[in-house]
Each structure stands twice: as structure tokens, then as C-alpha cells.
């Protein structure tokens, strides 16, 4: 395995395993600052301040006008898709805790991601949905909930 695949592995895990306490952090600032949707705002300023950093340090190229205008309109999903991804990290812990969430948030992520791979959407390699994945995504979820029932 090269290095490239192992840091490239090695990242969703790390950012999965942060994601409970991004749920944790978001809903105590939504409680702080009496709104899931300030808190979402506020949590986009350090997202903001964090990426122009990121910009900036890797010397990244800015999209030229012909490159923005080109993006097919889908493209753009991606940011009201984090923002109820952010607003839902926000309120659900303290309703359905934690773990529910995040369990109900991979089992979600596992299925999708199999239909969109299945048909090719959005542009994504096809791979067919065959019965080892189907297998695989039951034992995962099966997994996840005894994990959570135990």
C-alpha cells in the first residue's frame, strides 16, 4: 500500500472518529447560544477562518470566474448538505443522543452510498449492489446496533 492510500485511509478515520464530539460540541453551543442555527453560523465563521488557512498555507488556486460558472448546478449541493448535516449534528444529540445519531447517520450513509455507486449517480464509478454488500451493510448495521443495544 502506498503511503498516499494510507494517509487518505487513514483521514475518514479520524474525522469519523471526531464526529461524536462535533455533535457534543455543536449541541452545547446550540444550548449556549440558545439556537441551533446561530450555533451552525457560528460553527461556519471557524469553518471559514480554518479553510482561508488551508487556502492560503497550500497556496491553492482560486476558481476563475469560467470555472465557477462552468460547475454544474449539483455541485453546489454539497453546501446546504453540510449545513443540515452541522444543524442536524447540532439538535439531534439531545434528543436522541449520541449514539443514535451517529448510528442512524452511517446506517444512512452505507445505504445511500451503495444506491448511488449501484446506479452511478452523480457522476460516482458504478458498481453493481450484489448480494456480498448486501450482507456486509446488514452485518454492519447488525454491528452498530447490538453495540448500541449492549
Known amino acids: 500500500m502506498k503511503m498516499n492510500d494510507i494517509i487518505y485511509s487513514l483521514l475518514p478515520i479520524m474525522v469519523g472518529t ?25 460553527v461556519f465563521l471557524v469553518a471559514l477562518a480554518g479553510i482561508t488557512f488551508v487556502i492560503l498555507a497550500s497556496k491553492a488556486p482560486i476558481p476563475t470566474t469560467a470555472q465557477i460558472s462552468t460547475a454544474k448546478w449539483w455541485y453546489w449541493l454539497g453546501g446546504l448538505i453540510v449545513v443540515l448535516n452541522i444543524v442536524t449534528f447540532t439538535v439531534s444529540p439531545s434528543k436522541i443522543g449520541v449514539g ?20 452511478g449517480l452523480f457522476g460516482v464509478v458504478q458498481h453493481s449492489i450484489n448480494y456480498q454488500k448486501i450482507i456486509g451493510i446488514i452485518l454492519l448495521i447488525a454491528g452498530v446496533f447490538f453495540i448500541k443495544k449492549f
Not at 100 to 119: D, G, K, R
Open 100 to 119: 443514535n445519531m451517529i448510528v442512524l447517520f452511517v446506517a444512512s450513509q452505507l445505504i445511500s452510498s451503495t444506491v448511488f455507486e449501484h446506479y
Open 18 to 42: 471526531c464526529l461524536p464530539m462535533l455533535a457534543i460540541t455543536n449541541g452545547n453551543l446550540g444550548k449556549t447560544f440558545g439556537s441551533p442555527f446561530t450555533a451552525t453560523f457560528g
